[in-house]
């Protein structure tokens, strides 16, 4: 149980404002944000752009109910204290 | 003898807080001296050498700059010879006993500091600081109702509708009666053939989807069992953890009770999510069940978990929700809708849960249960409910389908009736929503409270029953806009308090977002807006307008008159079926899981 993304209990959810020309921009900056992260395809959870800029919630999840999670100390996780 | 004390407010400007600490000091019998915020740190430092203080207690903020202006502080009361006398102690916030202790002081507070806490440290003494364990008492919602009508016309309708139910069920009964009766006995027997009897028993009364679960575990897409080392996983997690200085939501006695949902699909998620839940203050949870285990006759059995939403609903699950939430927190399983409503309250009192849920009327529209169906089960359920000696709460959801609210109120109102009837305690449940029906027809165009208000005042005229406004709460108000949804939970939560209601069942700022599972962080964010909202409020209320009178004279007078024509059919079912508690223009129809399942023979096991 050596990595921090181990211990997420479910996901990470990121806020911020991306600046951009409208919506469209926005969401496709918010998913590159996600993919520059490391974290892959991320949900836009919500999303409203100002004129500006973009205001996001974005979410990955980490450990889905019923599959292995990386906090549980079991052998089949890689995590038998 | 008493220790001189230098406060300090090292702030251009604030000094409330070490006002409120220098007064607390001063009735524990220490001599303070209390300097203006706005000297020097040169005149500070020569006040100090004064005289002979046992402790400088410097209040601060640290912000940008900050530990270089203490630093300096620091090296002035060096030279002016006043550490070697004098302990020094920085407090404020985001202060942290190491970020003092870095910056040259001999003691650091946080802004969650306790009077005793410093005390402790000026008198010598030590104190455990850190509480574990929860701190609290388990609470009885009914306690202190009588479930006495008062509104003498609805108590004798109601009284007319729930006889005629009665009779009406007397001669009637389901698979899903008798596999309850099935599922009591193998609790009662330790006889392994028996045993084995009553299980064939069981499964040829469940569809094959379940009985193939129960005997060749073969399940349902996305459920397996947990395994033996999962779960003592489970149990290393649970034991060797504790809530750590517990939070408590309510400000005061009388705030409600706040409760969440469970029902990821994995108990093991579930009950991670409740432990930290419950450490911020909850004091309750509803399992949620799969929604395809309303559609199926017959429930599966063992430790399951599910990749969808919603956790099987079986005794061993239910059971470990119970064995690993603390003794205080209440738990109410889901019942009142589809074919296994005796079962599931028969397991939900088996594995000692302290509610469940059952609505006859709720259960029969939208994708529910038929009515007729759902009228015998239901009866035996609340059979059940009173055995186990376990209120049941009735959901008001079918509101949110476009059902007028005093249709759903109606509704409520029979299960309180046949709950009487049958030994067993209800719980109200009007939802606190923007229903579509409210939204058509203008009912909230000037704000979220006086409808809201009307239900509950509504309600309070027609019965002495607790009740536990849901579910959740801001239904339809919430947005997946983080701030706004803890915002519109904690407005919700306020409403409730303010009108005295017992319970409330609160979402989390991702209820709105509906493509993935409930985030814990999310929970924590509505559930802190709310412990805000109570200490906002404390004693004070919500002066709704003048239209909520209107709303609730208006209510009342439709209950009745729905109430009227739901005894004008020759039965409960009957009514439903026509529409009386929710038409298609309502959208709501009548359930059709487990139409034409009835029987009418007393089963002999």
């Not at chain 1, 050596?2 to 911020?16: F, G, H, P, S, Y």
């Not at chain 2, 009508?149 to 006889?163: G, M, S, T, V």
């Not at chain 2, 186990?388 to 029979?414: R, Y």
């Not at chain 2, 509505?526 to 209510?555: E, H, L, S, Y």
């Amino acid at each position: 149980m050596n990595k921090a993304l181990d211990r997420v209990v479910d996901t990470v959810d990121i806020e911020t404002y991306l600046l951009c020309k409208d919506e469209s921009e926005g969401k496709r900056l918010a998913l590159q944000l996600g993919e520059e992260l490391n974290l892959g395809t991320v949900d836009i959870m919500f999303q409203e752009f100002d004129g500006y800029g973009v205001r996001v919630r974005l979410r990955k999840y980490i450990h889905k109910p019923g599959k292995p999670y990386g906090w549980l100390s079991t052998e089949e996780n890689g995590n038998n204290k | 003898m008493s220790k001189n004390i230098l406060c300090v407010p090292l702030d251009p400007v604030h000094d409330v807080g070490l006002k409120l600490i220098r007064s607390a000091l001063d009735k524990r019998g220490f001599a303070t001296d209390l300097l203006s915020p706005d000297l020097s740190l040169e005149a500070i430092s020569k006040k100090a050498a004064q005289k002979e203080y046992d402790f400088i207690l410097v209040s601060r903020t640290i912000g940008y700059g900050v530990a270089e202006i203490l630093g300096r502080f620091i090296d002035m009361l060096d030279a002016a010879g006043v550490r070697e006398q004098a302990k020094l102690i920085l407090g404020g916030k985001a202060i942290t006993p190491e970020l003092a202790a870095e910056l040259g002081f001999d003691k650091g507070f946080g802004e969650h500091m306790q009077i005793d806490d410093l005390i402790a440290y000026l008198e010598g003494k030590e104190r455990d600081t850190v509480i574990h364990g929860l701190q609290r008492e388990k609470q009885d919602i009914t306690e202190s109702y009588t479930y006495r009508f008062l509104h003498a016309e609805i108590e004798e309708i109601l009284n007319d509708i729930c006889d005629t139910l009665l009779a009406w069920t007397e001669s009637r009964y389901s698979n899903g009666v008798e596999r309850a009766r099935i599922r009591e006995e193998l609790l009662n027997t330790g006889d392994k053939s028996q045993q084995n009897h009553l299980r064939e028993k069981y499964n040829s009364l469940c569809e094959s989807v379940i009985s193939d679960g129960n005997t060749k575990r073969l399940y349902p897409a996305g459920v397996r069992n947990i395994s033996p080392e999962e779960l003592t996983a489970l149990d290393e997690y649970v034991t060797s953890t504790n809530p750590y200085a517990p939070l408590k939501i309510q400000h005061n006695q009388k705030h409600p009770l706040i409760f969440k949902f469970l029902g990821s699909g994995c108990p093991i998620m579930d009950l991670v999510h409740g432990k930290i839940s419950e450490r911020w203050g909850i004091n309750g949870f509803l399992i949620i069940n799969p929604s395809w285990e309303a559609r199926y006759e017959g429930l599966l059995e063992g430790y399951l978990t599910h990749e969808n939403d919603g956790t099987v609903t079986s005794l061993e699950n239910i059971k470990l929700m119970k064995r690993y939430l603390d003794p205080t927190t209440l738990l109410t399983v889901r019942a009142h809708r589809g074919l296994n409503t005796p079962e599931t309250v028969l397991l939900a009192g088996a594995a000692g849960a302290d509610l469940t849920k059952i609505n006859l009327v709720y259960g029969s529209l939208g994708a529910g249960t038929d009515p007729e169906r759902l009228a015998v089960d239901g009866v035996e359920a609340i059979k059940y409910a009173a055995r186990f000696n376990m209120p049941f709460d009735i959901p008001g959801n079918d509101e949110l389908s476009g059902v007028p609210a005093w249709k759903t109120l109606a509704g409520l109102l029979i299960n309180v009736m046949l709950g009487k009837k049958l030994g067993a305690k209800a719980i109200l449940k009007p939802l606190f929503c923007y229903g579509p029906h409210i939204v058509l027809n203008g009912m909230m165009d000037q704000n979220f409270v006086d409808f809201n208000a009307a239900k509950i005042r509504a309600l309070r005229q027609i019965v002495d029953c607790p009740i536990w406004p849901g579910e959740p709460i801001a239904f339809m108000t919430q947005s997946e806009e983080r701030v706004q949804a803890a915002n519109a939970t904690s407005y919700h939560a306020a409403l409730a308090a303010s009108l005295g209601v017992d319970v409330v069942t609160i979402a989390s700022t991702d209820e709105a977002y509906s493509r993935g599972p409930i985030a814990i962080a999310s929970r924590i964010d509505t559930i802190r807006a709310v412990t805000d909202a109570f200490r906002f409020m404390g004693d004070a209320t919500i002066n709704p307008t003048g239209k909520a009178d209107d709303f609730t004279t208006d209510i009342i007078s439709k209950i009745i008159e729905v109430l009227k024509e739901v005894r004008s059919r020759k039965s409960l079912p009957e009514a439903i079926y026509h529409g009386i508690l929710g038409d298609e223009e309502d959208g709501a129809y009548p359930g059709t899981f487990g139409k034409g399942t009835l029987k009418k023979v007393s089963p002999r096991i």
